[in-house]
């Protein structure tokens, strides 16, 4: 085979064995929630949420950050 297209398919395998590793993470995230909201547990709810937002405001300023500096 060409270089080239062993080189394209090892990447496209990669971008989806990450795809497939990130879905399994949010999955396996939901089912915790929904385990923590039937028993109540509220601390784990308001602790990954708080999460969730912590990483939000992080992409946000960072394009906030990159828009500033010209460098998009």
Do not use: K, P, Q
Request: proline residues 0%; hydrophobic residues 60%; aromatic residues 8%.
């Amino acid at each position: 085979m060409d270089d080239l297209i062993v080189t394209g398919i090892a990447g496209i395998l990669a971008i989806f064995a990450a795809a497939a590793v990130i879905l399994f993470g949010i999955v396996n995230l939901l089912v915790l929630e929904l385990h923590a909201i039937s028993t109540g547990d509220t601390g784990f709810i308001v602790a990954t949420v708080a999460c969730v937002a912590l990483l939000c405001a992080a992409y946000w300023g960072t394009g906030l950050w990159l828009r500033g500096t010209g460098r998009i």
